[in-house]
């Protein structure tokens, strides 16, 4: 009997051995596990951006990504974000950066190279007017966006542009206060222009040919924005302006003659914008007589209008050119 409760005990000890073992084996067993494990990554948020050409799924702070437009790459260097492809043939000065070979070359403004892009594996992809007929097989690639400007409505397409580009990259704070400050210089140089009441034509030189932009073209902001009077309201609306003579500038006798020249932006042509243009007729003008010839910096007006820092600059110039 005495021999039969020692066996009990010993075996009841057992048990309770064996169980507190596999008890704490087990408490270290997950303790390690939990331990080894990663930290689970949070899904990237998906933003869902509208724009002229349709919409698109972009993931927030896409990591590749592809611009091919000068003003959308302008306005993501002011805003400190990183790009790895554009097309690097007459780059601004002010971007040449760009030109390194850090950054991938993907054709040129109105030839992007597919492969290229497609090799890079995008996760977005940034056009505007000059790649439109591309849109389609650029979206096949990756998401693409288009942030051209609208010219009928330059400022709130440049200031939606802007404020999607800051949504995609987490930047809207920074985006509102660079507008806020575009909106400021807008607001002086309107009131400096209705207080002086002269009249002005903006023009485009290329190849020693001028064409006219009024009222809602290509370079309208200096009407439709700064509020600088046309000298004549009814100039063709298009893309490449209304071909004029100098014969019709000396008749319009503007009071301000602004000029954009083309072959300086693009490298093309041995003449200068000012060697076509001071001719006998226009020297008769009050553009001319009150040195009121303006010759803007094509690099903003021409190649990368619509950015953070091109659209301050032309609201600069434009505002120290006004007497």
């Known amino acids: 009997m005495k021999k039969l409760s020692v066996l009990v005990l010993m075996l009841v000890i057992t048990v309770v051995a064996a169980a507190c073992g596999t008890t704490g084996g087990s408490q270290e067993a997950a303790g390690n596990a939990g331990a080894g494990t990663p930290p689970q990554t949070p899904a990237a948020e998906e933003l869902t951006i509208k724009h002229q050409l349709g919409e698109a799924k972009v993931v927030k702070n896409p990591k590749t990504v592809v611009v091919f437009d000068f003003g959308t790459l302008d306005t993501l260097d002011k ?3 990183e790009v790895t492809g554009v097309p690097q043939a007459n780059i601004p000065p002010y971007l040449e950066k760009y030109k390194d070979a850090k950054y ?10 597919f492969e290229k892009v497609s090799a890079l594996s995008p996760d977005l992809i940034l056009i505007s007017g000059r ?3 591309a849109y389609e097989e650029l979206n096949k690639i990756a998401p693409t966006v288009f942030v051209g400007v609208d010219n009928k409505r330059y400022m709130d397409s440049f200031k939606e542009n802007a404020t999607k580009l800051g949504q995609i990259f987490d930047k809207e704070a920074m985006v509102q206060e660079e507008l806020a400050k575009i909106d400021e210089s807008v607001k002086r140089v309107n009131e400096k222009a ?8 903006v023009t ?6 001028v064409s006219a932009y009024g009222p809602g073209s290509r370079f309208g902001i200096i009407h439709d924005v700064l509020g600088v009077t046309p000298v004549e309201k009814n100039i063709e609306v298009s893309t490449h302006g209304q071909t004029i003579s100098f014969e019709f500038v000396a008749e319009k006798n503007p009071d301000y003659l602004f000029v954009v020249d083309r072959e300086s932006a693009v490298g093309d042509g041995t003449s200068t914008a000012k060697q076509v243009v001071e001719n006998e007729l226009v020297k008769k003008t009050k553009a001319y007589q009150n040195g009121s010839i303006v010759y803007l910096d094509p690099n903003y007006w021409y190649l990368s209008g619509g950015g953070l820092v091109s659209v301050a600059s032309m609201v600069q110039e434009v505002e120290k050119a006004l007497k």
Do not use: I, R
């Open 79 to 81: 805003l400190g974000v």
């Open 104 to 113: 991938k070359d993907v054709g040129t403004l109105t030839e992007p190279d």
């Open 131 to 133: 790649q439109q007929t």
């Open 194 to 201: 209705a207080a002086s009441g002269k009249t002005a034509l």
């Open 204 to 209: 485009l030189v290329n190849g020693g040919k």
